[in-house]
């Protein structure tokens, strides 16, 4: 536990972003084993199924970032601690808790390192949902969003060597940042009666610059995991995705 809140402060420091007053770190900080074993399970927010995933330190994304604050401040986050809008934490959909991540403002190039604590944000194109003092620190707080990129500077030491996927049960709802779900156009790759081989696929096409997700369905009377990549703002948009990768151009499109 100490090692883990002086690395957060050894990285706040080398970055040198922000001031250490403003910098709040939680005395429970929840960092066992048991709590890392619960949030990596795959998790499903309105038929759509979220595959936790542990990366390499240096892995990166980039895409629109926003942030939460009044409405979530006091209440748990999805690994147990209490959210202070006032702190450097963020909620991301994927990352294991307790990531240290350098966000960066693409539009200013103000940067900031944040602790993920938190799942979220599942609003269309939006990939990390920051505190409100972190979105104050990156200029952006007054506008909602902006675009940044994440990178992956350090991982819990508590974090399991290999995960296994679990199915997650038809209740299952983490305590996210935002409970607003996508919208827009998907690409289906793939449907399979078993969420093992849903993962497999979507696994196999992580290197695309757009999201691969599972989306559980019902039909006649017997579950399936759809394989589909999005979400596309057009056809057009869609077609010239296609054209860069020609196999699926038998693909069925849908609305998400």
């Not at 048991?34 to 759509?48: C, E, G, R």
């Not at 990366?55 to 748990?76: C, L, M, N, Q, R």
């Not at 972190?134 to 969003?145: D, N, Y």
Request: proline share 4%; aromatic share 12%.
């Amino acid at each position: 536990m100490s090692y883990l809140i002086r690395s957060i402060f050894i990285l706040i420091f080398f970055f040198g972003c922000v001031s250490t007053s403003k910098v709040l770190i939680p005395k429970d900080i929840k960092d066992s084993p048991n709590m890392h074993k619960a949030t990596l399970k795959a998790y499903n927010i309105n038929s759509i199924i979220y595959v936790p995933k542990i990366p390499t330190v240096g892995y990166s994304e980039a895409g629109i970032a926003s942030w939460y604050g009044d409405k979530f401040h006091g209440k748990y986050t999805s690994n147990g601690e209490v959210y202070n809008m006032y702190g450097l934490t963020a909620a991301h959909k994927t990352l294991p808790m307790n990531t240290i991540v350098q966000v960066t403002n693409l539009k200013n190039h103000k940067s900031i390192v944040l602790r993920i604590n938190d799942r979220g944000p599942f609003i269309h194109k939006r990939i990390i949902d920051l505190s409100y003092e972190a979105a104050k620190t990156l200029e952006f707080a007054k506008h909602g969003t902006t675009n940044v990129k994440i990178k992956v500077l350090q991982l819990s030491n508590n974090l399991p060597k290999r995960t296994t996927t679990v199915m997650p049960k038809e209740t299952v709802t983490p305590k996210a940042a935002n409970s607003k779900t996508d919208n827009g156009l998907l690409l289906q790759v793939g449907a399979f009666s078993k969420f093992e081989r849903a993962v497999k696929v979507k696994q196999s096409y992580s290197y695309f610059d757009k999201p691969v997700l599972i989306k559980k369905i019902k039909q006649n009377n017997k579950i399936y995991y759809k394989v589909v990549i999005g979400y596309f703002n057009s056809k057009e948009e869609i077609k010239r995705f296609i054209s860069r990768n020609p196999k699926f151009k038998n693909s069925i499109i849908f609305k998400g």
